[in-house]
């Protein structure tokens, strides 16, 4: 792994921008095997054209217009359909995604899609948190994810920090279904 001008990594497989997560997060994302994944992004980027590269499909939404254009991801303003579209997509075509990514704006909304990611991942699966329990972003410190830590206290899960920063991690749980 290669940085760039911006200090995110390259893969060096694909040539790509890894997604924006902490490094170490990345190293062990890079150990997965994902290419049958099906994957879902609350806010999606950079991150989306990565993972459509490496993953068989990789559905992503955003809230902002400009980057949904520029980076072929659906368009969801009104906060329930975004919360809730991964259900959607899981009762149209009776799938439920392997992996489902939580990095959105707005980030207040965020600690609302848990609920629905776990809903829609497979027993096995993994859902993967960017910024948790980040004092340093308003609306994403630790009094800010109620629902998420109750959700997910019984899941396994790891917790990366990135080295030379204040509080920023990424955590990643196994959901698995008794």
Known sequence: MTKDLTHRIIDPVTGLI???????????????????????????????????????????????????????LILLQNKEEFINYPCKLVEETGQLFDCIIIDNEPVQWRDF??????????????LIIDNWLQNSIEGLGENDWHKSK????????????QNNHKDWKTGYWMITRD
Do not use: Q
Request: aromatic letters at 16%; proline letters at 1%; hydrophobic letters at 30%.
């Open 150 to 161: 109750k959700l997910l206290k019984n899941y396994n899960c790891e917790i990366f920090k």
């Open 18 to 72: 890894f997604p924006y997560y902490t490094h170490n997060f990345l190293e062990k994302l890079n150990t997965w095997n994902i290419e049958n994944w099906r994957v879902f992004e609350y806010g999606g980027g950079d991150s989306t054209i990565w993972w459509r590269k490496k993953a068989k499909e990789c559905i992503s939404i955003d809230t902002n217009k400009k980057w949904s254009e520029s980076h072929e």
């Open 113 to 126: 899609c848990t609920e629905m990611a776990i809903k829609c991942i497979r027993d096995g699966g993994i």
